[in-house]
């Protein structure tokens, strides 16, 4: 008869082995998605201009501080609310490791050269798992075609399909193009702040999409 201490030696080496495996699967699985990245959609903006819509993998950190660095100094106040001249390492894990249900972000590269021109992100809200803040950035020679509404289209579908129904998004008060594009998406001013507005979006299925019988539509609120 094995004595006891033995055998629970060997169940201790059972459970290491079983989460060394479970640890290696999961890198090796992290490492074929940074490799093999959905191949995303073709889109042709307003202008003329194409670029590849996709989401964000995590292999995509160097593309991502690329196009920081390529951001006019406005245009990164309006995306962070404060001054910020660079991405920390922390940072770039944070923005492109995400598990594309709670986390999703959805980058557009350019179809001329495959360099980063535009994100759409959501984050949902841990007290309020029907809630999720969104934010939209585009490379300042990008903006005014339309690349916004398409990213924010696909987020919201990708939203919708992850059991959001309503966007969250905190603006600087003098960001008038996302503004407007809230507006667009019949959003509410919701509240005010030091240099900020507030704004919400009800993410309302359309009739013919498969999951209208399945979720919840909100309830439309007068602004």
Not at 121 to 128: A, T
Not at 173 to 183: D, E, I, S, V
Request: aromatic content about 6%; hydrophobic content about 40%; some cysteine.
């Amino acid at each position: 008869m094995t004595h006891p201490d033995i055998l629970a030696v060997l169940a201790r080496e059972r459970v290491n082995t079983f989460l060394s495996e479970a640890q290696a699967a999961r890198q090796a699985s992290l490492a074929r998605a940074a490799r093999s990245p959905a191949r995303g959609t073709r889109v042709r903006l307003r202008d003329g201009s194409k670029v590849l819509i996709r989401p964000v993998w995590s292999g995509d950190a160097p593309p991502l501080a690329d196009g920081f660095a390529r951001l006019s100094p406005q245009s990164r106040w309006m995306r962070f609310l404060r001054t910020k001249t660079s991405l920390s390492a922390a940072e770039l894990r944070y923005f492109t490791e995400v598990d594309h249900h709670d986390h999703e972000a959805i980058g557009a590269l350019s179809a001329a050269d495959g360099r980063g021109v535009g994100i759409a992100r959501y984050v949902r809200d841990s007290n309020d798992p029907q809630s999720a803040e969104i934010a939209v950035t585009i490379l300042d020679d990008w903006q005014g075609r339309g690349l916004s509404t398409e990213l924010l289209a696909r987020l919201s579908d990708r939203a919708r399909q992850a059991g959001i129904d309503r966007f969250t998004a905190l603006v600087g008060a003098q960001n008038t193009a996302m503004a407007g594009l809230l507006r667009k998406m019949r959003a509410c001013l919701v509240g005010r702040g030091p240099g900020t507005v507030e704004y919400e979006v009800a993410l309302v299925i359309p009739p013919g999409d498969p999951g209208y019988n399945q979720m919840p539509q909100p309830v439309s609120q007068p602004c």
